[in-house]
C-alpha cells in the first residue's frame, strides 16, 4: 500500500472553524480579524497579557541533506501535550516561498505532524511577507528618490548599505546594477538583492514588542552614510528619509500573529520567517508572548541547529522579550549522524554502526550547546523506519551519558499518539524546574570578545579571525555607539565551523570572520563569515516543477 504524501495526508483532513480553536483557548470574536474559515489574526491587546504559560524550545543537531525533522517534531510535540490533556500552542515560523519552490517543497512539518491549512501557509498566507517586502521596497525607493532629488543628506552612492528584497531564490539579483537609462531614470549605483528572511525588517517585525517599538526600530535602519573619510562618515537613517511612519503604516496587520491549527486541531501561532543562518531564525516575540497568554506549555523553535538558531534564541530573542524558557528538546535523526559520521546519503537506508558511532559526536556537542545556556533537556530521536534497534541504542547511550533524557518521536508516522513519550519527558522537566536560562555573553561587551565567545563556546572552535574590512567596520561600529548589542552569526548550517564540509565535531578549527554589519533597526549587528549568502539560488531541478494545480481546485507537489 502506498504511503500518502504531505499533501494528500492535509487535503484528507478535517479543519476545524478557527474560531473553535480560539475558543478553546480563550479568545472570542473581538479578538480576531478572520481570513477565511481556517486563518486569523489576534489583536495585539494579546500580547500585553500576562503570561501563564511555560516555554519549550525545540532545536536540533546541524541539519544534512537527510533531514532532521525539526518542525515536524514542533508540530508533534504539540500535538502529544494536547492529547495527554495539556494545554499546549505550538508558535513557529511562516515559511518563505523561495525554498518552497526552490529545495524543500513546504515547511509546515509533514506526514501526520502538520499545521494546517498547508498550502496557504506555505503560500501567500495571510500576506505578511508581501507587507513586508513592500514596506522594504518603500525605503528604497524613498532613498533613490532622495539621491535623484538633490540628496540633501549627502548620501554616498558608493556606501549604502540598505539592499532590495524579494521572496524568491534568484541568484541573479545577488549583483545588479540600477538607475541605467539617463538623468530621468534615477541615479546609477551598484545594488543587491536578499531574500525577504534576510530582509533587516523580516528581522524587525519578529523582535518588536509593539506597534510603537515597531515604529522606532524601522526609524533606526541604518540605509548607508554621507560621504566623508572614516572619522567624518555619519549614518544615515530611515527617520532621516522619514520613510517609518509609513513603513509601520503598511505592517499594521503585518505584526499581528496568525492564528491557525495543526493537523489534529490544536492552535498553532504561525508568524515571521527569518533564517537561522543568515537572520535570527525565531518567530516573533508578540507570537510568542501571545501564546505564553493562552496557553500552559508553548512550544516553539528556531532555525537549523543550535549553533544557529538556538545560540540566538537565547542571545537575541529571549534577551530582547523579556521571555525565559524552561526546557528543551534536541531533534537528531539517525540518518543525519550518520552523514555526520562519513556515511553517503544513498547508504542510510542500511545499518552503520562504525559511521553511527563517528558521527555521534555532533549529537553530544549540540546537548553541550544547549546545556551551557542553563537548560535541562531531551533529546528527540525522530525515527525512520530503517533504523534499527542497535543504532537506536547507541544514540540513546550516547545522549544519556552526556546528561539529557531521550525519547523516541514517530510523530511523521504516528501524530500526536506518536510524540506522547517526547510529551510526558518534556513535562517531567517542566515539573522539576531546574532550568535556569542565561545568554552566554553581555551585549555590553566589545564586538571582537562576543564573536569570539561564541565561536569558542557554541562552535568548540579555537577563536576568530577578522578581515581587514571586518576590522574597519567594528572600529567604525563602535565609534557609532553600535557596539553594545547582540551579535547574529551568519555561517554555513552544515557544520560547527564555517566550513560546510566539515562534519561531525571538528576541532582546531578558527571562523574567519569577513564583515560586520549593522541591523539597527532589529537591535544586532551581523557578523558575516565563510561563503555564505543572503540570496539563495534555485537547484538543478527546483521543487516547482513538481507542482500543478487541477482543474478542481486541488494542488499536488507542495510538501
Given at each position: 500500500?502506498?504511503?500518502?504524501?504531505?499533501?494528500?495526508?492535509?487535503?484528507?483532513?478535517?479543519?476545524?472553524?478557527?474560531?473553535?480553536?480560539?475558543?478553546?483557548?480563550?479568545?472570542?470574536?473581538?479578538?480576531?480579524?478572520?481570513?477565511?474559515?481556517?486563518?486569523?489574526?489576534?489583536?495585539?491587546?494579546?500580547?500585553?497579557?500576562?503570561?501563564?504559560?511555560?516555554?519549550?524550545?525545540?532545536?536540533?543537531?546541524?541539519?544534512?541533506?537527510?533531514?532532521?525533522?525539526?518542525?515536524?517534531?514542533?508540530?508533534?510535540?504539540?500535538?502529544?501535550?494536547?492529547?495527554?490533556?495539556?494545554?499546549?500552542?505550538?508558535?513557529?515560523?511562516?515559511?518563505?516561498?523561495?525554498?518552497?519552490?526552490?529545495?524543500?517543497?513546504?515547511?509546515?512539518?509533514?506526514?501526520?505532524?502538520?499545521?494546517?491549512?498547508?498550502?496557504?501557509?506555505?503560500?501567500?498566507?495571510?500576506?505578511?511577507?508581501?507587507?513586508?517586502?513592500?514596506?522594504?521596497?518603500?525605503?528604497?525607493?524613498?532613498?533613490?528618490?532622495?539621491?535623484?532629488?538633490?540628496?540633501?543628506?549627502?548620501?554616498?552612492?558608493?556606501?549604502?548599505?540598505?539592499?532590495?528584497?524579494?521572496?524568491?531564490?534568484?541568484?541573479?539579483?545577488?549583483?545588479?546594477?540600477?538607475?541605467?537609462?539617463?538623468?530621468?531614470?534615477?541615479?546609477?549605483?551598484?545594488?543587491?538583492?536578499?531574500?525577504?528572511?534576510?530582509?533587516?525588517?523580516?528581522?524587525?517585525?519578529?523582535?518588536?514588542?509593539?506597534?510603537?517599538?515597531?515604529?522606532?526600530?524601522?526609524?533606526?535602519?541604518?540605509?548607508?552614510?554621507?560621504?566623508?573619510?572614516?572619522?567624518?562618515?555619519?549614518?544615515?537613517?530611515?527617520?532621516?528619509?522619514?520613510?517609518?511612519?509609513?513603513?509601520?503604516?503598511?505592517?499594521?496587520?503585518?505584526?499581528?500573529?496568525?492564528?491557525?491549527?495543526?493537523?489534529?486541531?490544536?492552535?498553532?501561532?504561525?508568524?515571521?520567517?527569518?533564517?537561522?543562518?543568515?537572520?535570527?531564525?525565531?518567530?516573533?516575540?508578540?507570537?510568542?508572548?501571545?501564546?505564553?497568554?493562552?496557553?500552559?506549555?508553548?512550544?516553539?523553535?528556531?532555525?537549523?541547529?543550535?549553533?544557529?538558531?538556538?545560540?540566538?534564541?537565547?542571545?537575541?530573542?529571549?534577551?530582547?522579550?523579556?521571555?525565559?524558557?524552561?526546557?528543551?528538546?534536541?531533534?537528531?535523526?539517525?540518518?543525519?549522524?550518520?552523514?555526520?559520521?562519513?556515511?553517503?546519503?544513498?547508504?542510510?537506508?542500511?545499518?552503520?554502526?562504525?559511521?553511527?558511532?563517528?558521527?555521534?559526536?555532533?549529537?553530544?556537542?549540540?546537548?553541550?550547546?544547549?546545556?551551557?545556556?542553563?537548560?535541562?533537556?531531551?533529546?528527540?530521536?525522530?525515527?525512520?523506519?530503517?533504523?534499527?534497534?542497535?543504532?537506536?541504542?547507541?544514540?540513546?547511550?550516547?545522549?544519556?551519558?552526556?546528561?539529557?533524557?531521550?525519547?523516541?518521536?514517530?510523530?511523521?508516522?504516528?501524530?500526536?499518539?506518536?510524540?506522547?513519550?517526547?510529551?510526558?519527558?518534556?513535562?517531567?522537566?517542566?515539573?522539576?524546574?531546574?532550568?535556569?536560562?542565561?545568554?552566554?555573553?553581555?551585549?555590553?561587551?566589545?564586538?571582537?570578545e562576543k564573536i569570539d565567545t561564541i565561536v569558542r563556546k557554541v562552535y568548540g572552535g579555537e577563536g576568530a579571525d577578522f578581515s581587514a574590512k571586518a576590522d574597519r567596520a567594528i572600529a567604525y561600529l563602535e565609534s557609532i555607539g553600535l557596539g553594545?548589542?547582540?551579535?547574529?552569526?551568519?555561517?554555513?548550517?552544515?557544520?560547527?565551523?564555517?566550513?560546510?564540509?566539515?562534519?561531525?565535531?571538528?576541532?582546531?578549527?578558527?571562523?574567519?570572520?569577513?564583515?560586520?554589519?549593522?541591523?539597527?533597526?532589529?537591535?544586532?549587528?551581523?557578523?558575516?563569515?565563510?561563503?555564505?549568502?543572503?540570496?539563495?539560488?534555485?537547484?538543478?531541478?527546483?521543487?516547482?516543477?513538481?507542482?500543478?494545480?487541477?482543474?478542481?481546485?486541488?494542488?499536488?507537489?507542495?510538501?
Amino acid at each position: 500500500m502506498s504511503v500518502p504524501s504531505d499533501i494528500e495526508i492535509a487535503q484528507a483532513a478535517k479543519l476545524r472553524p478557527i474560531t473553535d480553536v480560539a475558543a478553546e483557548i480563550g479568545l472570542g470574536p473581538d479578538d480576531l480579524d478572520l481570513y477565511g474559515k481556517y486563518k486569523a489574526k489576534v489583536a495585539l491587546e494579546l500580547t500585553t497579557r500576562p503570561a501563564k504559560g511555560k516555554l519549550v524550545l525545540v532545536t536540533a543537531i546541524n541539519p544534512t541533506a537527510a533531514g532532521e525533522g525539526k518542525t515536524t517534531t514542533s508540530v508533534g510535540l504539540a500535538q502529544a501535550l494536547r492529547r495527554i490533556g495539556t494545554n499546549a500552542v505550538l508558535c513557529i515560523r511562516e515559511p518563505s516561498l523561495g525554498p518552497v519552490f526552490g529545495v524543500k517543497g513546504g515547511a509546515a512539518g509533514g506526514g501526520y505532524a502538520q499545521v494546517l491549512p498547508m498550502d496557504d501557509i506555505n503560500l501567500h498566507f495571510t500576506g505578511d511577507f508581501h507587507a513586508i517586502s513592500s514596506a522594504h521596497a518603500l525605503l528604497s525607493a524613498m532613498l533613490d528618490n532622495h539621491l535623484q532629488q538633490g540628496n540633501a543628506l549627502g548620501i554616498d552612492p558608493r556606501r549604502i548599505t540598505w539592499p532590495r528584497t524579494i521572496d524568491m531564490n534568484d541568484r541573479a539579483l545577488r549583483k545588479v546594477i540600477i538607475g541605467l537609462g539617463g538623468a530621468t531614470e534615477g541615479v546609477v549605483r551598484e545594488e543587491r538583492f536578499v531574500i525577504i528572511p534576510a530582509s533587516e525588517i523580516m528581522a524587525i517585525v519578529a523582535l518588536a514588542t509593539s506597534a510603537s517599538d515597531l515604529e522606532q526600530r524601522l526609524g533606526n535602519i541604518i540605509v548607508g552614510t554621507t560621504f566623508g573619510d572614516a572619522t567624518a562618515r555619519k549614518p544615515v537613517y530611515a527617520r532621516d528619509l522619514k520613510a517609518h511612519g509609513a513603513m509601520a503604516m503598511l505592517l499594521k496587520d503585518a505584526i499581528r500573529p496568525n492564528l491557525v491549527q495543526t493537523l489534529e486541531g490544536g492552535p498553532a501561532f504561525v508568524h515571521a520567517g527569518p533564517f537561522g543562518n543568515i537572520a535570527h531564525g525565531c518567530n516573533s516575540i508578540l507570537a510568542t508572548r501571545a501564546a505564553l497568554a493562552v496557553g500552559d506549555v508553548v512550544v516553539t523553535e528556531a532555525g537549523f541547529g543550535s549553533d544557529l538558531g538556538a545560540e540566538k534564541f537565547f542571545d537575541i530573542k529571549c534577551r530582547f522579550g523579556g521571555i525565559t524558557p524552561e526546557a528543551a528538546v534536541l531533534v537528531a535523526t539517525i540518518r543525519a549522524l550518520k552523514m555526520n559520521g562519513g556515511a553517503k546519503k544513498t547508504d542510510l537506508a542500511q545499518e552503520d554502526l562504525a559511521a553511527l558511532r563517528k558521527g555521534v559526536v555532533n549529537l553530544e556537542h549540540h546537548i553541550a550547546n544547549v546545556r551551557q545556556f542553563g537548560m535541562e533537556l531531551v533529546v528527540a530521536i525522530n525515527r525512520f523506519g530503517t533504523d534499527t534497534d542497535a543504532e537506536i541504542a547507541i544514540v540513546r547511550e550516547a545522549a544519556e551519558r552526556a546528561g539529557a533524557r531521550v525519547a523516541l518521536c514517530e510523530v511523521f508516522a504516528k501524530g500526536g499518539a506518536g510524540g506522547e513519550a517526547l510529551a510526558r519527558e518534556v513535562l517531567d522537566i517542566l515539573a522539576a524546574g531546574r532550568s535556569r536560562y542565561a545568554p552566554i555573553y553581555e551585549a555590553s561587551r566589545p564586538i571582537k570578545e562576543k564573536i569570539d565567545t561564541i565561536v569558542r563556546k557554541v562552535y568548540g572552535g579555537e577563536g576568530a579571525d577578522f578581515s581587514a574590512k571586518a576590522d574597519r567596520a567594528i572600529a567604525y561600529l563602535e565609534s557609532i555607539g553600535l557596539g553594545g548589542t547582540p551579535i547574529c552569526m551568519a555561517k554555513t548550517q552544515y557544520s560547527l565551523s564555517d566550513d560546510a564540509t566539515r562534519l561531525g565535531r571538528p576541532t582546531g578549527f578558527r571562523v574567519t570572520v569577513n564583515d560586520v554589519y549593522p541591523v539597527a533597526g532589529a537591535g544586532f549587528l551581523v557578523a558575516q563569515c565563510g561563503e555564505i549568502m543572503t540570496m539563495p539560488g534555485l537547484p538543478k531541478a527546483p521543487a516547482a516543477e513538481r507542482m500543478a494545480i487541477h482543474p478542481d481546485g486541488s494542488i499536488s507537489g507542495l510538501f
